[in-house]
């Protein structure tokens, strides 16, 4: 995908990553060029599936999601079957925002959010000690965020200039 990029789009991206909801019109003056043309760059970033959607960055806390945690699950079996198990059954966990497949000590690593100790009881009793296969939970409490960001380091590619 990289060599279908120019600088333009690579401007157009770094500005999308900063303020998915800027104007076609004002995008369009931040990169010098008509709306229409600009139009048909961003429709072609996301038929490549560059752009992959746009969402809105919510306040956690505010909401009352005080607590944010890291949870490094262990499964019992390493086959396909309950990996594939427990792939599917985080879907089904709203408070679980992400879940990677890493490497390691560990096999899946979880971003959780909850309201309080209360809640996130709930969720390793009622819901995650439920998930068939599961061998350890390992738990690490947020104390503070330092850096939260959606936005790629774009600066690090070279734009393929035609």
């Known amino acids: 995908m990289r060599d279908r990029l120019d600088e333009v789009d690579l401007h157009i991206l770094r500005l999308l990553q900063k303020d998915g909801r800027i ?12 709306p229409p043309s600009v139009l048909q760059r961003v429709r072609k970033l996301e038929e490549l ?18 607590i944010t945690v890291f949870a490094q699950i262990s499964l019992a079996l390493h086959q396909e079957a309950p990996i594939e198990r427990f792939r599917r059954a985080v879907l089904d966990i709203p408070e679980i925002l992400e879940c990677y497949h890493v490497s390691g000590e560990f096999d899946f ?32 409490f947020v104390l503070a965020t330092t850096k939260m960001s959606r936005e790629l380091p774009l600066d690090r590619i070279d734009p393929l200039l035609q």
């Open 109 to 140: 690593l979880l971003k959780i959010v909850v309201e309080d100790m209360k809640a996130y009881e709930a969720l390793v009793r009622n819901k995650l000690s439920h998930i068939k296969g599961l061998g350890k939970i390992q738990t690490c």
């Open 23 to 34: 104007t076609n019109a004002d995008l369009a003056r931040e990169v010098k060029l008509s």
């Open 49 to 66: 599936r560059i752009i992959r959607g746009y969402s809105t960055m919510l306040d956690q806390e505010r909401l009352g999601f005080s």
